[in-house]
């Protein structure tokens, strides 16, 4: 297995996919830590891809329990708790434009 940089990754993006192509796995590394793996997408086994989605589903219902569904209204206020009012335009109950 052939381990790149995050920068050679990304100038050498076609010349490591061609590699891959031809069966090579190629991790990338990001601050001496592995990031990501590159590997053939044949080579990724079914048990894999089906222990990836039951994961994926464990996790979503593990935070729908946790959180509460998310809907979108959810979500804004969500992201909107904490942050500073928005300051009225003037004429609209603002007339100084504070």
């Keep these: ?5 995050e920068f050679e990754a990304k100038t ?5 996919l061609d590699s891959v192509q031809s069966g090579e796995h190629i991790t990338i590394i990001k601050c001496g830590r592995p990031v990501a793996q590159l590997v053939p997408v044949n080579q990724v086994s079914i048990s894999d891809r089906v222990d990836l989605a039951l994961r994926i589903e ?17 979500m804004l206020s969500a992201r909107n708790e904490g942050r500073k009012p928005a300051t009225p335009p ?9």
């Design 90 to 98: 003037i004429g609209e109950g603002n007339p100084r434009g504070d």
């Design 12 to 16: 050498q993006l076609s010349a490591l």
């Design 58 to 74: 464990k996790l979503r219902r593990r935070i729908a329990n946790e959180c509460g569904l998310f809907t979108t209204r959810g």
């Design 1 to 5: 297995m052939r381990e790149v940089g």
